[in-house]
């Protein structure tokens, strides 16, 4: 596949400079074609046997499609709508308190740091936003004390595009840790083995439809069923108790209706070998074009496929004249920062769009 008939492939392109998959990924005419088309056997018998049994091997099909996209077996994927999704599965089944702690760190999403807040552990906070990426490891790791009962952290850093060094901090910390994969899988490669949990977005970097995701569980057995679903349970007793679904299919929360199904393993199935090689190379030729203009460009080289840099005005308004004029970004609130996602179908002449249309402002 040549870069000119990946990027064909989304017809938003031909209007817009997209920028922003780091929302939401832009979708791919097969992709949408695949969700019309599974979404017409709705008109069928729904509720039938043979229904249910098939939206039971489509969810195992997924599950393995998720599981190569971050190297590890399909046993131990969980379906997700979301990576909130996935970290509040994970936050809520390891049943902290109030004597427990939970590191994490001041560039989180609240998809993360919402289930951190709520689970009623004390949350100590690494400051790594406004340092330099060299420094994260050991502000992180500063933190963890012999109370901390995870470590709850981002691959790739919504706000900056810094990717955290996980491999390094799994190895410095006992506690587990939960990865939010969020900004990573889909957009630099991932092995997510190592880690005991890491979360997966459909509808970003994977271009998939939403809600679509998934949740990695290392050892299924050593998390708490907290909120079951009918999928968390191979039988039941009329009050309630229940014998697990087998290793991860447990934590399932979510009916993921099966266009979504198709939709993301179609998006899946159409990704270029060399997206993560594009992506890296026309994400470094965003920050330079962007320093090279004067912007005060916070991301770092060589990290994720996120470029942020500071907006002396109202990031919301320059965002919005940017959007008028076909270019889509994103403005990060209460930070000052405007944000651009690269991803492998990004053109020079995108860049060019977002180059002049910050200049004209």
């Given at each position: 596949m040549t870069f000119e008939e990946a990027r064909a492939a989304f017809p938003v392109l031909a209007r817009y400079a997209y920028m922003n998959a780091g929302s939401v990924g832009p979708m791919a005419r097969q992709t949408y074609d695949a969700v019309a088309d599974a979404e017409r056997e709705e008109l069928g018998p729904r509720g039938s046997h043979p229904a249910f049994e098939r939206i039971i091997e489509q969810r195992d099909g997924l599950r393995e499609v998720v599981a190569g996209q971050i190297g590890v077996d399909a046993e131990n994927v969980s379906l997700a709508t979301s990576t909130s999704e996935g970290c509040r599965v994970v936050v809520a089944g390891l049943g902290l308190g109030p004597e427990d702690e939970i590191v994490t760190t001041d560039a989180e999403h609240f998809g993360l740091l919402g289930p951190v807040h709520a689970s009623g552990a004390r949350v100590r906070v690494a400051r790594v936003r406004n340092r330099p990426a060299a420094q994260a490891l050991d502000a992180i790791v500063a933190e963890v004390g012999p109370r901390t009962r995870l470590v709850a952290i981002s691959h790739v850093l919504w706000i900056t595009g810094h990717v955290l060094p996980i491999e390094a901090l799994n190895e410095a910390v006992s506690a587990p840790l939960l990865v939010d994969g969020a900004q990573s899988v889909g957009a630099i490669p991932v092995?997510?083995?190592?880690?005991?949990?890491?979360?997966?977005?459909?509808?970003?970097?994977?271009?998939?439809?939403?809600?679509?995701?998934?949740?990695?569980?290392?050892?299924?057995?050593?998390?708490?069923?907290?909120?079951?679903?009918?999928?968390?349970?191979?039988?039941?007793?009329?009050?309630?108790s229940f014998v697990p679904s087998d290793a991860a299919r447990r934590f399932d929360r979510s009916w993921i209706p099966a266009a979504y199904i198709a939709g993301l393993e179609a998006a899946i199935a159409a990704v270029p070998d060399w997206r993560f090689e594009r992506s890296r190379e026309v994400t470094e030729r965003c920050r330079e074009r962007l320093v090279e203009e004067g912007y005060d460009v916070v991301t770092e080289p060589g990290h994720g496929n996120l470029v942020s840099w500071r907006w002396e005005g109202d990031t919301k308004e320059v965002v919005q004249r940017l959007y008028e004029e076909g270019v889509v970004v994103r403005d990060l609130p209460g930070t000052g920062l405007i944000r651009a996602s690269c991803g492998y179908w990004t053109s020079d002449e995108d860049i060019d769009r977002l180059v002049r249309g910050l200049v004209e402002d």
């Open positions: 092995n997510a083995e190592p880690f005991d949990f890491y979360t997966v977005s459909g509808q970003k970097w994977l271009c998939g439809p939403s809600p679509t995701g998934g949740l990695y569980v290392r050892d299924p057995d050593r998390l708490r069923v907290a909120a079951p679903s009918y999928f968390a349970q191979r039988s039941h007793q009329g009050d309630g």
